[in-house]
């Protein structure tokens, strides 16, 4: 990763994210040929080193745990709602462009508080790079090194990160 090479960066923290097609309980894959414009139809699910999601989006896990390993998901506890969703369940997505299905259990439960997320449904970057979908960085956390001079570090990451939509330096 460039950012982690910059002088002054201590650690980086990467988030990816993709965009799947819901699928049902009976693993009919949906026809989104013409598009569907139901909120519901999709799972926007971001994906993070186990561990590294605490860091950047502060999450109260509600029931249930972390997710710790490939194919794990936690789930925003609202949506878990909505969608009758619990702890052990389990939730279908479909990529269209790799033609792949994925299969997450659920493994906990969490509530953002008054903070934004990012995505209603998070789970390990190792469940996303074997089937290509973690491709897509959406946002880079680092960490600046204790000491290191601010103007060096920014004009570092603005070159290593410039097709990197959001980075926040921590």
Known sequence: DAAGRVDGVSAVHSMSTTLLVNVPADGSIPDIRNGVGDRDAYLVVGAMKPGDIDRIYPQKITSGRAFKA?????????????????????????????????QFTVVGLYDSGDGQSGADYWTSTSTLSPLGLDKKLSFISVERTPGADPAQVKNGLEDATADTPLVSVM
């Open 70 to 102: 490939a194919d794990e998901l936690i789930v925003n506890q609202k949506v878990a709602e909505q969608k009758h969703l619990e702890v052990g369940g389990t939730v279908l997505g479909y990529s269209p462009g790799r033609q792949k299905l994925v």
